[in-house]
């Protein structure tokens, strides 16, 4: 089995970290996430067969690198396809100094989603994320549900109203089975109702560990501004579609 853990490291189910869970996992170090290299990822194994595997595939499916041969065996074969996935050492470098910082940053992110679950509890509209008992969240991000009816505003609206104040709040992810690509393979509304709904519903709220109280303080006081402006004028975002661009402002 093969796992894609790009979002979740750091995750635990049942006591159990992600990386363990899989014969492989995927990891992501992708400049946005918890560990990051920049770009580039990792595969997590602790079968020594599947390792070698995936170091020749990386490598055009060699069975030396180059740093070997650069000693006095200089001979290899190719027993497989392979490209070239190989990170560079600088990328590996800033890498190996982030992943020093994994458990502190988890941390942090975790102290923050319970204050945002604290925060945000109040404020009719909004589900928070759920927390399947057994699961340990990696935290790599924090989307919470709107209910345009109860919240007073459209989501897209939330979106746009938290950008306008350079909050920079956005969505994970749109229906998978509705982007051009999966439409054009036959992909059609109604096929996944829950991830439809979903992607119509969720804000994901900025959420990282260098994120102070104050910072998290003011993407919660944002939220209200514009639930207390959408409430203070009922029926606009249907009757006008158009959110204001700063709604804290007087208009
Ligand atoms: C679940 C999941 N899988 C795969 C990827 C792709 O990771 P990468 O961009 O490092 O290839 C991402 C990136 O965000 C992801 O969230």
Not at 14 to 36: E, Q, Y
Not at 108 to 117: G, H, P, Q, S
């Amino acid at each position: 089995m093969i796992a894609d853990g790009a979002q979740s490291l750091g995750g635990r189910l049942g006591g159990r970290p992600v990386g363990s869970l899989a014969d492989i996992t995927t990891l992501s170090f992708h400049a946005v996430k918890p560990v990051t290299s920049g770009e580039g990822g990792a595969c997590v194994t602790d079968d020594g067969a599947l390792a070698e595997s995936v170091r020749r595939g990386r490598n055009h499916g060699m069975t030396s690198t180059a740093e070997e041969r650069s000693a006095l065996n200089w001979r290899y074969d190719v027993t497989s396809l392979g490209s070239n996935h190989r990170m560079t050492s600088f990328q590996a470098a800033l890498g190996a100094a982030q992943l020093s910082r994994l458990e502190t940053g988890r941390e942090r992110r975790r102290e923050l989603a319970d204050r945002y679950d604290r925060l945000l509890g109040k404020l009719p509209g909004i589900t928070l994320p759920p927390r399947p008992p057994e699961r340990e969240s990696s935290w790599h991000l924090y989307a919470e549900e709107v209910s345009p009816e109860d919240f007073g505003c459209p989501r897209d609206k939330v979106i746009d109203a938290l950008r306008a104040e350079g909050i920079q709040a956005t969505l994970h992810y749109p229906a998978v089975h509705l982007l051009a690509m999966y439409r054009s393979r036959g992909g059609r509304p109604g096929m996944a109702p829950r991830a439809e709904r979903l992607a119509e519903r969720l804000v994901t709220l900025p959420l990282f560990a260098g994120m102070t109280d104050a910072d998290q303080d003011d993407v919660v006081a944002a939220l209200i501004r514009i639930q207390s402006w959408a409430a203070s004028r009922p029926g606009w975002a249907v009757e006008h579609g158009e959110p204001p661009a700063h709604p804290g402002q007087p208009t």
